[in-house]
């Protein structure tokens, strides 16, 4: 939707950009990357980072596997398979730099050096992963803000509202336990939720 309205371009995996393709997008907007690359645009950069696929209980995740070609056009969430995890850094000239991760599991190793002001972290399954907030937030140097993400249950309606795990996953799946566990390891951080299409400014 959002390719759909500015034309943009999608930097994602091979995976992404067969899905992306499935939907109708031409290979002309799509750009495949693995983690290491600093993309120069202009008045901002993206670097990318490998990253890693939350775990669930069994330490496993739902929906492994790789497309290496271009599926039909996917209908509900078991049609996409996870392909690779990446992590991206979009820093602003003369501007904020901004953090955007999707999973609750990350190569702490590869973020070594990076002090992002804003940072988005997923929270869904992170109590799979040891001293996950701590270790994380400690990695990006505590920044300024932390905005929680993949904390709701995203195979509701948009007209819904955001809405936490917990019906799903319990105290695990709750969101004023992910927002506590985030103020605990970065208690200089300001924590913010947002609701569905909310913006913030800082």
Request: aromatic content about 10%.
């Amino acid at each position: 939707a959002v390719q759909g309205r500015t034309n943009a371009m999608v930097i994602g995996s091979e995976t992404h950009r067969h899905l992306m393709r499935s939907f109708g997008l031409p290979d002309q907007l799509l750009v495949i990357v693995e983690g290491g690359e600093v993309m120069a645009f202009d008045g901002y950069t993206i670097e990318v980072f490998a990253g890693l696929h939350s775990l669930g209980p069994t330490k496993k995740f739902a929906l492994p596997g790789h497309l290496f070609a271009d599926p039909p056009a996917p209908t509900m969430v078991g049609d996409l398979p996870e392909g690779d995890s990446l992590c991206y850094l979009l820093a602003i000239e003369d501007g904020p730099s901004v953090f955007l991760m999707s999973t609750a599991n990350f190569v702490e190793r590869a973020f070594a050096g990076i002090r992002p002001d804003v940072a988005l972290i997923a929270g869904i399954f992170r109590n799979q992963i040891r001293d996950y907030a701590e270790r994380l937030t400690r990695a990006l140097h505590h920044p300024r803000v932390l905005l929680p993400t993949h904390w709701d249950n995203f195979e509701r309606p948009y007209e819904d509202g955001a809405q936490d795990l917990s019906d799903v996953l319990g105290e695990d799946g709750a969101l004023d336990n992910f927002v506590r566990e985030l103020k605990r390891a970065s208690p200089r951080s300001q924590v913010v939720v947002l609701d569905f299409f909310e913006t913030f400014e800082f």
